[in-house]
């Protein structure tokens, strides 16, 4: 059993799942569950923003805050030209820890996707007083 389908198992997912790396469907969103040298890495895609959108401006905006608050972290797929949030853990961790790490990424991702459902009158720029990471 790969890491990734012990996952599943771990949350009590309703369907069958098999290989490296799957997608769980979970409220309304994918999250790749995938296993890389040793770790566990979750993704799940917030948006891909439209050039001159601002919508990765203003997300950026709250990464530095939230990782004071949260393991996951904000990134730019290149691959998949979209904004995700990832987040990592040991992928021999017990059952129970990948069972929470799962959720606590889960309610991320909906703080997240709230956020980027805010950015229709983002700004085009950052502005000019800003944490950045």
């Not at 393991?71 to 290149?78: H, I, R, Y």
């Not at 991702?109 to 007083?129: H, I, L, N, Q, Y």
């Amino acid at each position: 059993m790969t890491s990734a389908e012990r996952l599943a198992k771990a949350i009590g997912y309703p369907e069958d799942v098999s290989g490296e790396a799957i997608t769980l469907q979970v409220d309304d969103g994918g999250v790749l569950v995938r296993e890389e040298g040793g770790r566990l890495i979750l993704e799940r895609v917030l948006c891909r923003p439209e050039d001159g959108s601002g919508a990765l401006a203003r997300l950026a905006g709250f990464a530095a805050g939230r990782l004071l608050k949260e393991e996951s972290a904000l990134a730019w797929d290149p691959r998949e030209n979209a904004v995700i949030l990832w987040q990592d853990m040991a992928a021999n961790a017990a059952d129970g820890v990948l069972k929470r790490v799962f959720e606590v990424f889960c309610t991320s991702c909906d703080w997240w996707v709230a956020r980027v459902g805010e950015t229709g009158g983002a700004p085009k720029s950052f502005p000019s007083m800003m944490i950045m990471p």
